[in-house]
């Protein structure tokens, strides 16, 4: 027998009495119990925004991004033993590799995002606002990690990726979190934990588990804190109401279990790929997890044509599906998490029962390989029909949490909308067409009302990760049932545990805030080329004010036979009347050209590397013959990178970073600005490689 214990403030405890015995869902035996009666959850939820909070907030993107990554490394070699304990759960080796390796997957992939991110603990967000006639008055925003802590309330179906997909985002943001799992699955969740905090890659304090019932954390909840949670609709609008939400205006992101759909397109007939593909895949949404996933499909809907020929390919997919122990060959098919799931999906089948047909499964006639269906936690898969699906509408309200779902027919692409819609909000809903107009239509009309929307057909379907699966770089989430929230979503994500801030002054304060060079701010003139400076030699604002060159027609010429780009205005002898030009103009990619001829230091090697890239390029008035053209070189920016291999001794790595440049390319006007770009560079550090 065991006893999940729950970490908090810095210490492994277990809970008074026993809230909850714990079972296995395969066998019905008892295995431990859960609790977490008598927890401080004030000193927890404090402890984690003064000890671990404190630590985070310091670290920068960079350094957070990395930590992720070796979190992901370090529990990747410890999964085999997570596989052991989630077969537990009912669950085969496919539902526990959507849980276990796609939690992991989340935490290398918002590693990844530290590459959109700057080498600082915050965010500087979009770019500056003029506010002044002279420019000496700027506005900019920046977001700062909130000073709180993520409470994330978890649901019973994915105790390692509804943890894992969660805090990888707080911390990314660098924001600590407590984390509350069901506790019927809670010891799956523990396991996890143990060896995160046995690594100690993430700081003391950043996380922490209270395993069992967790009654009474959220009346301890302030301002900067984050609630999530994942669950039923009912549950999530009762905490959503929560009076402590309420009066300390707490982020809260529910994320509720939603009848999502999957839609047939009207020239996918029965012997084309895509109804193929149809089939299939709502198939293997009856039965992955057993239907136990919140992007479940609950409604199929399909042209009314081929209503029947749809009914009797998933009835065959469904019967040749074998349920029972995940340990025996052949089974691909487990049981529900618990005997109170099988209960309360019960109770919800008998309701849809009164208003359509069962035209597949049975409550109690259903053959289970390799163990007692009576002790075990296991449900047939159900399929309904529903021959009147705008009359009989408990189809659209009612979500038996399992292996359920109802066929319906519609006449046309407008029909299929409308049904969509009556699910009052919807995870993710699939359309199923090779006709791209089709899918435009569908897609425009039914957003409003899925958080996702799939688009599936023959081209993509050997890399497409499925109706089910919410990827970590998108948003996961939806309107209305739904709840209206949004999780992951790449940057997004990181930037919901953030507090966004306008700042406003001196263009030379604000570049010293944003450590990002902000036009107009004072430059720091230097003998020394900023080329020959390594990284860490360099700071923001660094600038290089280069000598001026004359631009003549013979160079206009000579560009122009080199490029092949003889654009009317180029040339000398163009009739310019009714033009926007007044005479020959340079080409703005030549005025770039020899920009980098003017700020290139080219006769020494030097700490620069490589030139990878231009952004933001723009030419503000044209250049004539006769103008002469100077450069502004300013370091606007540095972001420290990972080591990469040195071509030159494959033993050793190279230590760099990326520093982007601001190019202001001038005249000698009143209103010099002739164009605008940043380019990008990957420069050494001073200690250039290391073993």
């Given at each position: 027998?065991?006893?999940?214990?729950?970490?908090?403030?810095?210490?492994?405890?277990?809970?008074?009495?026993?809230?909850?015995?714990?079972?296995?869902?395969?066998?019905?035996?008892?295995?431990?119990?859960?609790?977490?009666?008598?927890?401080?959850?004030?000193?927890?939820?404090?402890?984690?925004?003064?000890?671990?909070?404190?630590?985070?907030?310091?670290?920068?993107?960079?350094?957070?991004?990395?930590?992720?990554?070796?979190?992901?490394?370090?529990?990747?070699?410890?999964?085999?033993?997570?596989?052991?304990?989630?077969?537990?759960?009912?669950?085969?080796?496919?539902?526990?590799?959507?849980?276990?390796?796609?939690?992991?997957?989340?935490?290398?992939?918002?590693?990844?995002?530290?590459?959109?991110?700057?080498?600082?603990?915050?965010?500087?967000?979009?770019?500056?606002?003029?506010?002044?006639?002279?420019?000496?008055?700027?506005?900019?925003?920046?977001?700062?990690?909130?000073?709180?802590?993520?409470?994330?309330?978890?649901?019973?179906?994915?105790?390692?990726?509804?943890?894992?997909?969660?805090?990888?985002?707080?911390?990314?943001?660098?924001?600590?979190?407590?984390?509350?799992?069901?506790?019927?699955?809670?010891?799956?969740?523990?396991?996890?934990?143990?060896?995160?905090?046995?690594?100690?890659?993430?700081?003391?304090?950043?996380?922490?588990?209270?395993?069992?019932?967790?009654?009474?954390?959220?009346?301890?909840?302030?301002?900067?804190?984050?609630?999530?949670?994942?669950?039923?609709?009912?549950?999530?609008?009762?905490?959503?109401?929560?009076?402590?939400?309420?009066?300390?205006?707490?982020?809260?992101?529910?994320?509720?279990?939603?009848?999502?759909?999957?839609?047939?397109?009207?020239?996918?007939?029965?012997?084309?790929?895509?109804?193929?593909?149809?089939?299939?895949?709502?198939?293997?949404?009856?039965?992955?997890?057993?239907?136990?996933?919140?992007?479940?499909?609950?409604?199929?809907?399909?042209?009314?044509?081929?209503?029947?020929?749809?009914?009797?390919?998933?009835?065959?997919?469904?019967?040749?599906?074998?349920?029972?122990?995940?340990?025996?060959?052949?089974?691909?098919?487990?049981?529900?998490?618990?005997?109170?799931?099988?209960?309360?999906?019960?109770?919800?089948?008998?309701?849809?029962?009164?208003?359509?047909?069962?035209?597949?499964?049975?409550?109690?006639?259903?053959?289970?390989?390799?163990?007692?269906?009576?002790?075990?936690?296991?449900?047939?898969?159900?399929?309904?029909?529903?021959?009147?699906?705008?009359?009989?509408?408990?189809?659209?309200?009612?979500?038996?949490?399992?292996?359920?779902?109802?066929?319906?027919?519609?006449?046309?692409?407008?029909?299929?909308?409308?049904?969509?819609?009556?699910?009052?909000?919807?995870?993710?809903?699939?359309?199923?067409?090779?006709?791209?107009?089709?899918?435009?239509?569908?897609?425009?009309?039914?957003?409003?009302?899925?958080?996702?929307?799939?688009?599936?057909?023959?081209?993509?379907?050997?890399?497409?990760?499925?109706?089910?699966?919410?990827?970590?770089?998108?948003?996961?989430?939806?309107?209305?049932?739904?709840?209206?929230?949004?999780?992951?979503?790449?940057?997004?994500?990181?930037?919901?545990?953030?507090?966004?801030?306008?700042?406003?002054?001196?263009?030379?304060?604000?570049?010293?805030?944003?450590?990002?060079?902000?036009?107009?701010?004072?430059?720091?003139?230097?003998?020394?080329?900023?080329?020959?400076?390594?990284?860490?030699?360099?700071?923001?604002?660094?600038?290089?004010?280069?000598?001026?060159?004359?631009?003549?027609?013979?160079?206009?010429?000579?560009?122009?036979?080199?490029?092949?780009?003889?654009?009317?205005?180029?040339?000398?002898?163009?009739?310019?009347?009714?033009?926007?030009?007044?005479?020959?103009?340079?080409?703005?990619?030549?005025?770039?050209?020899?920009?980098?001829?003017?700020?290139?230091?080219?006769?020494?090697?030097?700490?620069?590397?490589?030139?990878?890239?231009?952004?933001?390029?723009?030419?503000?008035?044209?250049?004539?013959?006769?103008?002469?053209?100077?450069?502004?070189?300013?370091?606007?920016?540095?972001?420290?990178?990972?080591?990469?291999?040195n071509p030159e001794d494959p033993k050793t790595l190279i230590q760099r970073g990326v520093v982007k440049w601001l190019v202001e390319m001038l005249d000698d006007t009143d209103q010099p600005l002739v164009g605008i770009a940043t380019i990008l560079t990957m420069v050494k550090k001073l200690d250039q490689s290391i073993n």
């Amino acid at each position: 027998m065991i006893q999940v214990k729950n970490y908090v403030c810095g210490q492994w405890v277990a809970g008074e009495g026993s809230e909850q015995q714990i079972y296995n869902a395969i066998t019905g035996d008892v295995i431990g119990s859960v609790s977490s009666a008598g927890l401080d959850y004030a000193a927890i939820l404090d402890y984690g925004r003064t000890i671990g909070g404190k630590v985070l907030r310091k670290m920068s993107f960079q350094d957070r991004g990395r930590m992720l990554k070796a979190l992901a490394l370090h529990l990747m070699e410890k999964k085999e033993k997570y596989y052991q304990v989630s077969a537990w759960t009912g669950a085969t080796r496919i539902d526990s590799w959507i849980d276990i390796e796609g939690g992991i997957g989340n935490l290398f992939a918002n590693a990844s995002l530290r590459r959109q991110f700057p080498d600082l603990p915050y965010y500087v967000d979009g770019t500056a606002a003029p506010l002044s006639k002279h420019g000496t008055f700027i506005g900019h925003h920046i977001m700062v990690p909130k000073q709180g802590i993520a409470v994330h309330i978890n649901a019973f179906n994915f105790p390692v990726w509804g943890m894992l997909e969660k805090i990888a985002v707080n911390l990314m943001a660098g924001v600590p979190a407590v984390v509350k799992p069901s506790e019927y699955t809670s010891y799956l969740t523990e396991v996890v934990v143990k060896d995160i905090i046995d690594s100690k890659i993430l700081p003391e304090g950043a996380l922490q588990l209270v395993a069992g019932f967790g009654r009474g954390i959220i009346d301890h909840v302030e301002s900067q804190d984050v609630v999530t949670f994942t669950g039923s609709a009912h549950t999530g609008k009762k905490l959503k109401a929560h009076p402590r939400l309420v009066e300390e205006s707490v982020a809260f992101n529910l994320e509720a279990d939603s009848l999502n759909a999957m839609v047939l397109g009207q020239q996918a007939t029965p012997g084309t790929p895509e109804f193929d593909l149809f089939i299939k895949e709502v198939t293997k949404e009856i039965t992955i997890k057993a239907g136990q996933k919140c992007t479940a499909v609950r409604r199929i809907m399909v042209p009314e044509n081929v209503l029947e020929e749809v009914q009797k390919g998933v009835a065959a997919r469904l019967s040749s599906t074998k349920m029972g122990d995940p340990s025996v060959e052949g089974v691909r098919m487990g049981s529900l998490a618990s005997r109170l799931q099988v209960e309360r999906v019960r109770a919800n089948v008998e309701l849809l029962a009164q208003s359509q047909q069962m035209v597949y499964g049975s409550l109690d006639e259903f053959d289970v390989v390799g163990a007692d269906k009576n002790k075990g936690a296991f449900f047939s898969p159900i399929l309904f029909l529903n021959d009147q699906p705008f009359d009989k509408q408990d189809v659209h309200n009612i979500e038996a949490f399992g292996p359920v779902s109802t066929i319906m027919p519609y006449k046309d692409l407008d029909e299929a909308i409308e049904l969509t819609k009556l699910g009052k909000g919807s995870l993710v809903t699939s359309i199923i067409t090779a006709d791209n107009k089709e899918a435009r239509e569908f897609v425009v009309e039914a957003a409003c009302m899925n958080g996702r929307i799939l688009v599936l057909n023959n081209d993509c379907a050997k890399e497409s990760t499925g109706h089910g699966s919410p990827m970590p770089l998108l948003t996961h989430g939806g309107p209305g049932r739904a709840g209206g929230g949004e999780e992951m979503g790449g940057k997004r994500g990181v930037l919901h545990y953030m507090q966004r801030t306008a700042i406003q002054g001196h263009p030379t304060t604000i570049t010293e805030i944003t450590q990002q060079y902000q036009q107009g701010a004072q430059g720091k003139l230097d003998a020394i080329h900023p080329f020959k400076k390594h990284y860490e030699e360099l700071e923001v604002g660094d600038q290089l004010i280069t000598d001026s060159r004359l631009i003549t027609s013979e160079d206009i010429d000579a560009f122009a036979a080199l490029s092949g780009d003889n654009f009317y205005a180029h040339k000398r002898d163009t009739n310019f009347a009714g033009t926007m030009f007044d005479e020959q103009v340079a080409h703005g990619y030549f005025i770039m050209s020899i920009s980098a001829g003017l700020f290139v230091d080219s006769y020494v090697i030097n700490p620069v590397l490589l030139n990878y890239g231009i952004d933001e390029l723009r030419f503000t008035k044209p250049v004539y013959a006769g103008a002469k053209i100077h450069i502004r070189f300013t370091c606007k920016e540095k972001i420290s990178t990972d080591v990469t291999p040195n071509p030159e001794d494959p033993k050793t790595l190279i230590q760099r970073g990326v520093v982007k440049w601001l190019v202001e390319m001038l005249d000698d006007t009143d209103q010099p600005l002739v164009g605008i770009a940043t380019i990008l560079t990957m420069v050494k550090k001073l200690d250039q490689s290391i073993n």
